[in-house]
């Protein structure tokens, strides 16, 4: 059974920091691109980050580039998305996902998914 399980959300204060963690079981990923998406209350899933199967190739949304970073771990089967100067405009479930191509992720989605782990931005 392959299972994306995120980790490392939270409650934080405007400004700060969170770093988020996807581990992946049941198969290997180091040949996919991986992701981050996020949905907010009442919106549509947005396009965070995603990362190629070598890590030589990163996309972001506009929202959040120059403040987030995706990195990843093909012995760990992980991806983590380090969140820096947090908004309160970022408050939502983040979940991980994982395709063979980051540009088919970006446009539809992942193959695979996380449960998604809640982050929440304070004012």
């Known amino acids: 059974q392959v299972q994306l399980v995120e980790s490392g959300g939270g409650l934080v204060q405007a400004g700060g920091s969170l770093r988020l963690s996807c581990t992946a079981s049941?198969?290997?990923?180091?040949?996919?691109?991986m992701g981050w998406f996020r949905q907010a209350p009442g919106k549509e899933r947005e396009f965070v980050a995603a990362?190629?199967?070598?890590?030589?190739?990163?996309f972001y949304g506009n929202s959040v580039k120059g403040r987030f970073t995706i990195s990843r771990d093909n012995a760990k089967n992980s991806v983590y998305l380090q969140m820096n100067s947090l908004k309160p405009e970022d408050t939502a479930v983040y979940y991980c996902?994982?395709?063979?191509?980051?540009?088919?992720?970006?446009?539809?989605?992942?193959?695979?998914w996380g449960q998604g782990t809640q982050v929440t931005v304070s004012s």
């Open positions: 996902a994982a395709a063979p191509g980051i540009a088919t992720m970006q446009r539809r989605g992942g193959d695979y």
């Open positions: 990362i190629s199967w070598g890590g030589g190739s990163m």
């Open positions: 049941g198969r290997s990923f180091s040949r996919d691109g």
